[in-house]
Nanobody, 115 residues
């Protein structure tokens, strides 16, 4: 049972940046489309950005388009989420997981954007 581990969250002011990281100890990581999800207070968990194993196809939710970018390092089996120009509405717990059939959710990492 694979355990995905997110890190990098914190408390920031509006307009600032954060970079989240995810370690996914999978032998077939390079074949897996990965994604970042978030769960804002009082809301369901939502998909915000995904990337195919070869990094060739990226989908981005309009709520973060132009501000968040995803990258991955298949050799290190890691995925990252660069978040720029953060807004209070980005406050959420952020998770990484598979794009298809996400499962075995980790604890996520809390991002709080507040003045």
């Amino acid at each position: 049972q694979v355990r995905l581990v997110e890190s990098g969250g914190g408390l920031v002011h509006p307009g600032e940046s954060l970079r989240l990281s995810c370690v996914a100890p999978l032998t077939n990581f390079k074949l897996k489309a990965m994604a970042w999800y978030r769960q804002r207070p009082g809301n369901e968990r939502e998909l915000i950005i995904s990337m195919t194993g070869d990094s060739m196809e990226i989908t981005v939710d309009r709520s973060v388009k132009g501000r968040f970018t995803m990258s991955r390092d298949n050799a290190k089996t890691t995925a990252s989420l660069q978040m720029n120009d953060l807004k209070p509405e980005d406050t959420a717990v952020y998770y990484c997981n598979f794009h298809v059939n996400p499962r075995n959710w980790g604890q996520g990492t809390q991002v709080t954007v507040s003045a």
